[in-house]
Structure formats: structure tokens, C-alpha cells
């Protein structure tokens, strides 16, 4: 079973070193793949200098510009098919999606296609959220499950871990959303292929390091995104 982490960087200089050291120590054995989308704050730098201790287990892509999370996870995706893994995990370089829960997540793939380490699912486990962000990705949780009758609680969660089949489904490059909507889009896509979708209850800790990647632009394509997807029709991948 060969499983790889697909964590996308930009700016991340003053996490990205404890975060490989922290994965390459689990228990369970995890490949661990960095999209860095060209960090001024040398990013890829401190990668590269890592893979001299982890040459066998940790990889890098690195992009023109900041080109945006959505691609930086299609990459991801391309990547981990063409070498050969059988799980693919997505999660944030930041620590508010503790690398600990990968092991259930792994866990919960041997009965599901597609699990998300979710916030909401037992209640609201955020930690060190203002008030205003906590509720705004609360409500757009609900407002996702309103519009497209998905059964998640969690549709926005960047913490998630796909059986190979399901990328293999998925007709990545007809993926529309680049922005946060790339997590609903995505949950959505493999829902309506009839993949089984799973939730695992997290606790998410807002960073304490770095800048949130958050904008209002990036709302706006979830928010009016969301409206499109009942209409499209989901096709495999021919």
C-alpha cells in the first residue's frame, strides 16, 4: 500500500520544516509531496535542503506563479497517479489539521472511497477561530448541503483522503473551481459518481504561524460556484 500527503505551499517558510519532520516520524509509513507555487519567503528552498534527509520519501513541484490551490492539488493528484499510490491525502502545511489524524483517516479508507477529516460532523471542533470565520464556514457547510443535497457536513474541509480509484474517476481536468469551492466541487464530483464518502470527526487549531490564504474573492467562487453544481452533469473520465 503506498500512500502519499499532498500539502500545497505558498509563503509556509515558518511551518514547512516541522511539518516534514513531523510526517516522516508517523508511525504509518506516508510519502509526503510539496506543490510550492513559487514562495518568495523560500519555501521550496528549505524542501530542498529536507530531501537530502528524506530523499526516498519526499518530493517537490514547483510552479511558475501563484497559480492557486485547486491547481496545486490537480498537480498533486497527476503526480501521485502516474507513481503508483494506492491513497492520497490532502491537508493544509499550517498544523491546524494535525498530521496524528492521518492514521484514522488512512483507517476509515479501508470501508470508504473518499473520507474527510471533518469539523462538524460531531458538533463544532474549532479551536482559536474569531467568531466571524467560524460561522461563515459553518453556514457554508449547511448552505452545501441546502443546494446540492450532498450528505456531508464538512463540504468545505481541506483534510481529506482519496482511494486511487476515485482520482482515477474523476475527470480532474474538468474540475471548474480553483479556490476553496475545489474542496465542495471535488466531494461533490466523486458523491455524484457514486463513490461511498466517509467523515471523520476532527479538531481543526487555527495556524498560529504564517497568513491565511482566505479572501473574498475566493468566497465568491464557493459561494456562486456551489449554485452551478446541481446543473452540471459529473462525468467519468473517459
Known sequence: MKRVIIIPTYNERENIVAMIKR???????????????SSPDGTAELVRQEQQNYSERLHLIERSGKLGLGTAYI???????AHGYDRIFEMDCDFSHNPDDLMRLDSSLDENDMVIGSRYCKGVNVVNWPMGRLLMSYFASKYVR????????????GFVGYSRKVLETIDL????????????????????LGFKLGEVSIIFIDR???????????????????????????KRKN
Do not use: C
Not at 498537480?75 to 497517479?81: D, H, I, N, Q, R
Not at 481536468?173 to 455524484?192: L, P, T
Open 23 to 37: 510526517v516522516m516520524s508517523l508511525e504509518l509509513h506516508f510519502d509526503l509531496l510539496i506543490v510550492d507555487d
Open 75 to 81: 498537480a498533486g493528484f497527476k503526480y501521485a497517479l
Open 146 to 157: 441546502i443546494v446540492t443535497q450532498m450528505p456531508v457536513a464538512d463540504a468545505t474541509a
Open 173 to 192: 481536468d474538468a474540475v471548474k473551481m480553483n479556490g476553496y469551492g475545489f474542496q465542495i466541487e471535488m466531494k461533490y464530483s466523486a458523491w455524484k
Open 208 to 234: 498560529e504561524a504564517g497568513t491565511s490564504k482566505m479572501s473574498s474573492g475566493i468566497f465568491g467562487e464557493a459561494f456562486f460556484g456551489v449554485m452551478k453544481l446541481p446543473l452540471r452533469k459529473i
